[in-house]
């Protein structure tokens, strides 16, 4: 069955940087895209970018442009999400979703979500 | 960016009764080519990650319950729950997924 098992809590400084992983199983890693979506505390969803695995390409949402860095690992069948320059609002659950296998971009598997908390 | 805009914010149902939930687009997701609404909505429970429900606005994901529908076309959608159950308390989400970034609307609280 598909899974998608991230890494565990984080807790880091104003600043610093933070990595996450996301290992999935179950399927063919580099015939799915994978999207990494966040939420805050009490708040909605937050869609970060999508990275395909066969080669690679990532889009990002604008927002996050310039301290996000989506990268996979096809030995490990294992997606990461580099997040720079922590502030406290990026406090948050941090999903990734496998995209579906059909024409459109929605997500059809989620993991179970790392929260990073950023506090001085 | 799309903005998302769900109505109402949270919605309490009796047991059994019908619950709607409405989505609007600020622009249209229907893609004119294959004539298909690029919307999906999920369900999200506390402490646990969203669940795919409805994608292209009106195909039920395999195993959600057949009183999960989803509806509408172009800037305005809707998803209703025929039937409330209590398994059904959650959040719900609609998500576009026509242009980058893939954004969400602010969610749907669901109570009894």
């Known amino acids: 069955q598909v899974q998608l098992v991230q890494s565990g809590a984080e807790v880091k400084k104003p600043g610093a940087s933070v990595r996450l992983s996301c290992k999935a199983s179950?399927?063919?890693?580099?015939?799915?895209?994978m999207h990494w979506v966040r939420q805050a505390p009490g708040q909605g969803l937050e869609w970060m970018g999508i990275?395909?695995?066969?080669?690679?390409?990532?889009a990002y949402a604008r927002k996050f442009q310039g301290r996000v860095t989506m990268t996979r690992d096809t030995s490990t069948s294992t997606v990461y999400m580099e997040l720079n320059s922590l502030r406290s609002e990026d406090t948050a659950v941090y999903y990734c979703?496998?995209?579906?296998?059909?024409?459109?971009?929605?997500?059809?598997?989620w993991g179970q979500g790392t929260l990073v908390t950023v506090s001085s | 960016d799309i903005v998302m805009t769900q109505s109402p914010d949270s919605l309490a149902v009796s047991l059994g009764e019908r619950a709607t939930i409405n989505c609007k687009s600020s622009?249209?997701?229907?893609?004119?080519?294959?004539?298909?609404?690029?919307l999906a909505w999920y369900q999200q429970k506390p402490g646990q990650p969203p669940k795919l429900l409805i994608y292209?606005?009106?195909t039920r994901e395999s195993g959600v319950p057949d009183r999960f529908s989803g509806s509408g076309s172009g800037t305005d959608f809707t998803l209703t729950i025929s039937s409330l159950q209590a398994e059904d308390v959650a959040v719900y989400y609609c998500?576009?997924?026509?242009?980058?970034?893939?954004?969400f609307g602010q969610g749907t609280k669901l109570e009894i």
């Open positions: 979703g496998r995209d579906s296998l059909d024409d459109g971009d929605y997500g059809d598997y």
């Open positions: 179950g399927y063919t890693f580099i015939t799915y895209k």
């Open positions: 990275i395909d695995p066969s080669g690679g390409i990532t």
């Open positions: 622009q249209s997701v229907l893609y004119n080519s294959n004539n298909k609404n690029y």
């Open positions: 292209w606005a009106s």
């Open positions: 998500q576009q997924y026509y242009a980058t970034p893939y954004t």
